[in-house]
C-alpha cells in the first residue's frame, strides 16, 4: 500500500515538474500518466458506436459524418465537468450528489447506469459472436460447420465471457492490476482503430478510390436531416407512385432518426459517466491532475473514436448508400439471410400500405390481420406484383449487418481486409465494451451498498453484466440492428447524468473554493447548458416516440421528485 502512495506521489510531482519546464514536458508528462480517458475509449468504441456509425453510412451516406464527432466533443465536455468536480473534492461522486444536490438524481443516476449496462451488453456479445462465427473463424464455428450446427454460438460465447472476467480479475489486483488492465484496453483500441483505417486506406488505393470532397464536406452539420432523406435518395422517391412517396419518405426519416440518436447515444453513454470519476479517483488522481484528465479525455476517447466511426461510415457510405441489398432484386433466394428477412418485412409494409390507400375507413389493426391471415401463395403472388421502384426502396433499406459490409469489401480489398481485419475490429469493440460494462457495474454495486471499491462486491457486481451473453441467443435480426433500440433506451437516460453534472459545477456547498467563478463560470454554463439541452431533447423525442404521454410523465414525475429533494431548494438555484 505504501508502494502505491509513493507512486501517486511521484506522478503528481512529475505533472508539477512538467509544468513548470512547458508545454512540451507537461504533453510528455501527460502522455505517460494517461489511463482513464482509454477507458473510456474502449467503451464508446463498441458495438453501438459500429452500429451507429454502419447505419448512418447506409442511410445518409457521407452526409452524416458530422453527427459523432459532435457528440463525442458534447461528451467530454461533460465529461471533464464530472472530472473536475471529483478531482477537485476527492469526494465519490454518488454519495456528494445525494448529501449536496438531490438523493432523486444520485439513486437515478446510478440506477439508470445498473439498466444501461444490462441493456448495452447484449448487442456487445452478439456483435462479438458473430465476428468469429462469421468472419474469423467460420470453418470451425460458423453455423454450417460441424460444431456450430450441433452446439451453435456456445463456445464462442463462453470464451468471450470467460476472457472477459479474466480480464476483470487482474483490474481488482491492485495498482499493478489497473496497470495491466489499462495497458491491455489501450492495445485492443490501438487494434481496432488500426483495423479500420487499415480498411478505409484500402478502399482510397483501389479501384476509382474515394470521393475526398463529398467526405469533407460530410463533417459540416446539416440539422435538416432531423426531418428529410438523405439527398441522394430523392431520385428514387420519386420514381415511385405519388400516392406511396410519403411512405417511403416517412419510413427512411423514422430510421435516420433512430440511427441519429443510436449514433449521439453511444458516443458518451450514462455509464461512461459512471466510470470516469471512479476510475481517476482508484488511480489516486487529485486537483494536480485536472489538467491530463481532459488531455486524457480528448486523445485517449475522442480522437480514437472520431477516426474508427469516420472509417466506418467512410466504409458503409461507400458500399451501401442508395445500393439495394446484394441478391434481392435478381437473385432473392441466394441473398444473405438477414437480408431476405428485413426485404420481406419491408414489402409487407409496403404492401399493407397498397390496401390502406384502396381503403381508408380500414383500421390498422384490420390490415394486419388480413396480412395474416392471407394464404402463402397469395402472399408470394401478391408481393411479387409490387412495382419495381417499391421493391428498390425496400432492398436500399434493408437492414444490414456488420459482416454484410466486411462481405461486399471482399471483391474491393481482398479477404484478409474484408474479413480477418474488419473481424478482429468488430471482436475487439465487443470485447473492450464488454469488460468496461463490467467494471461499470462493479463500481455502482458498490456504491449503492456503500462498501469500499474493489474486492468481492466489485466482483459480483462486474459479473452482472455477465446476463449479456443472453443476447445472441434471443435476437434474430442483423446482429448490429440490436444496438439501436438499446441506445434509444440509454438516450432516454442520458439527461440525468449531464444535468445531474451542471449542478455539481454550480454547487459552492460541493466544490467550496473550487467552484468556478466569472468568465470561467460562465464557459462552463454556456458548454453544459448545450450539450444537456442536446440531450434532453434527443431524450424527449425517444420517451415519446416509444412510449408517449406515458413516458412524457414518467420524465415529468421524476424531474418533480428531484426538485423536492434537492437540498438547497429549487434545483434551478444552483445556476
Partial sequence: MNHEADQIAADRQLLVDAKQRGAVATTKAFIKLSGPGWLQSAITLGGGSLTGALYLGVLGGYTLLWLQPVAIVMGVIMLSAIGY???????????????????????????????????????????????????????????????????????????????????????????????????????????????????????????????????????????????????DFAPFIDSVGSEFQSFWRDKIVAMQRDVMITAAATAVGINMTFLLPYSMLRRGWDREFRGLAVFDLSTGMAIPFVIVTGCIVIASATQFHTKPGEGLLDDEAHAPANLQGDFGKLLDERLVKGWDVEDPAATPEQLQQRLKDMPADEHSAAVATLPTPDRTMAAMLVKRDAFNLANSLEPLTGRAVANVIFGIGVLGMGMSTIIILMLINGFVICEIAGLPQGGMAHRFGCLIVGIGALGPFFWKEAAAWLAVPTSVFGMMLLPIAYFTFFFMMNSESLLGEYMPRGAQRLRWNILMGVAATLSAVGALWSVWSKSGWLGITAVAAFVVLAALTSRTGALSDKV
Fill in 85 to 231: 468536480v471529483a478531482l477537485s473534492t476527492g469526494q465519490r461522486p454518488f454519495d456528494a450528489i445525494n448529501r449536496h444536490i438531490s438523493p432523486a438524481l444520485g439513486w437515478g443516476w446510478a440506477l439508470a447506469t445498473l439498466a444501461a449496462n444490462m441493456v448495452w451488453s447484449l448487442p456487445q456479445f452478439s456483435l462479438s459472436t458473430a465476428a468469429v462465427q462469421q468472419n474469423l473463424l467460420p470453418g470451425l464455428f460458423g453455423e454450417q460447420s460441424r460444431l456450430g450446427m450441433y452446439y451453435g454460438k456456445f463456445p464462442v460465447v463462453a470464451a468471450v465471457l470467460i476472457v472477459a472476467i479474466g480480464v476483470i480479475w487482474i483490474y481488482d489486483s491492485h495498482r499493478w492490476g489497473v496497470k495491466i488492465f489499462e495497458t491491455t484496453l489501450k492495445l485492443m483500441v490501438a487494434v481496432v482503430v488500426l483495423s479500420f483505417v487499415g480498411v478505409v486506406v484500402k478502399m482510397a488505393l483501389s479501384g476509382d478510390g474515394l470521393d475526398w470532397d463529398a467526405i469533407f464536406a460530410g463533417f459540416v452539420p446539416r440539422l435538416s436531416q432531423w426531418n428529410n432523406p438523405a439527398p
